[in-house]
């Protein structure tokens, strides 16, 4: 039987039943509650599955008094601070960062402030629902912001990094290396990554076919059959291989380019569809050997629970900033789990969503065999993105490191917040 036809037939009850296949894993037993919100019935709220525990990773009694964002266009990070002086350092996700500070500032920090941090599930839930006339992207990306520099703040006041609190441990994560060049030629790619293998023990990539939602279109003619045939081979005796189509393909030659991932060698196949069209999605899943993954884009947990029972991937990536953070994140990640499907939170940059994606690989109870790490080491927003926070992430032995120190376990550099737009909300 097809791994992926054995967890259809072994969780198929749980989806009937409702019932939880894991328990929510929390810091302590005693810093967390069991949560029935009123009136919902059997309709688990906001991702919540049956036994959810409310994180209650701090002692109740402050107060959040001030929200501060430092904002360039592709990247803006979050202070949030305590009226008992602790703060914590979170990042609103890349790309139109700038915009996304002010909605933060606009539709999210007055439904913050005043709150005592140590509700998060409900800080979350309240900063979605009650911004229900503008679902989803942007509000999302301001709410991931916000959730991650809680997190930090609980790390800072515990002392303990985020993974520890999540109850992970802190160790290596394996990495596949990810490219993200749609310009390089097949032979140079197949160069780039033999050196990482060798320098770096990196022993997974990723490589890119078609073009980014471009209705079966390609970089250039025959590009993506000669990037299947050139990489495979000269890389899937030594190392395990994904390829992106980034929404380009429908069903038919998603099929048929998939078919020829399975000839060469490549395990997995990542956003064959564009990733509205989940039915689309689901039939190349079925029609495939090889795991199909993807969802990075996606960030509404209803949507998600849909695919995720209907098993239109067989790994899902959820991205922590597109979702909102760790604790929507979290849930995601718990709702895959009850029916056996490996998460493998998506992390495409060298900013902090590394860090926590590390950290959530290191304590969900369904990480997938590696975290994905960009190899466009001096791309632009690469480049940026190292110049934020230090210590910089290091590869060893084909992993990266988790970081020990509390919270995210990181310093954002003053020189890049003294470069910054600063707007700040603050309780009256």
């Known amino acids: 039987m097809k791994r992926r036809s054995f967890l259809k037939n072994s969780a198929s009850a749980a989806i009937l039943t409702g ?86 500032h606009r539709n999210l920090a007055q439904k913050v402030l005043g709150k005592d941090p140590v509700l998060i599930d409900q800080i979350s839930d309240q900063c979605i629902e009650e911004n229900l006339k503008y679902p989803w992207s942007y509000v999302n990306r301001a709410l991931g912001g916000i959730d991650t520099a809680i997190w930090d703040l609980y790390g800072q006041i515990t002392g303990k990094p985020v993974c520890e609190l999540l109850g992970g441990e802190v160790k290596p994560v394996r990495i596949y290396g990810s490219s993200m060049s749609r310009s390089i030629k097949p032979d140079e790619e197949v160069e780039r990554m033999i050196r990482l293998r060798d320098e770096k023990g990196i022993n997974a990539f990723k490589f890119r076919i078609g073009k980014e939602a471009a209705r079966n279109g390609d970089a250039w003619e025959n590009r993506s059959e000669d990037m299947i045939s050139t990489v495979g081979p000269a890389l899937a005796d030594s190392c395990d291989l994904i390829t992106d189509a980034n929404s380009c393909y429908t069903p038919d030659r998603a099929i048929h380019y998939g078919r020829l991932l399975q000839d ?164 009256a």
């Open 264 to 427: 060469n060698g490549i395990n997995q196949f990542e956003e064959p569809c564009p990733y509205w069209e989940t039915e689309w999605i689901k039939e190349v899943t079925d029609a495939l050997d090889l795991d199909v993954s993807g969802g990075e884009q996606d960030n509404d947990i209803a949507k998600w629970r849909r695919m995720i029972n209907s098993f239109t991937f067989d790994i899902i990536q959820p991205d922590p900033l597109y979702m909102g953070g760790i604790t929507r994140t979290w849930r995601t990640a718990l709702l895959a789990n009850l029916v056996g499907t490996p998460c493998v939170p998506h992390s495409a940059n060298h900013g902090m969503v590394t860090l926590f994606t590390l950290h959530l690989m290191r304590a969900i109870p369904n990480p997938g065999k590696y975290l994905e790490f960009s190899i466009e080491f001096n791309s632009g927003i690469n480049r940026e993105a190292r110049a934020l926070y230090g210590p910089e992430l290091k590869i060893e032995d084909g992993a990266l490191h988790l970081p020990a120190e509390p919270g995210w376990g990181l310093t954002i550099h003053p020189e890049w917040l003294n470069k910054a737009e600063y707007q700040v909300s603050e309780l």
């Open 19 to 104: 019932v939880s296949g894991c328990s929510q894993v929390s810091s302590s037993a005693e810093n967390s509650i069991s949560t029935s919100p009123p009136g919902t019935g059997p309709y688990f709220h906001q991702g919540r599955i049956e036994g959810y525990k409310e994180f209650r990773i701090i002692d109740p009694g402050r107060k959040i008094t001030k929200i501060e964002t430092f904002s360039r266009e592709n990247i803006a990070v979050v202070r949030v601070s305590t009226d008992d002086g602790y703060s914590g350092w979170g990042q609103i996700s890349t790309y139109n960062s700038d915009i996304v500070s002010m909605i933060l």
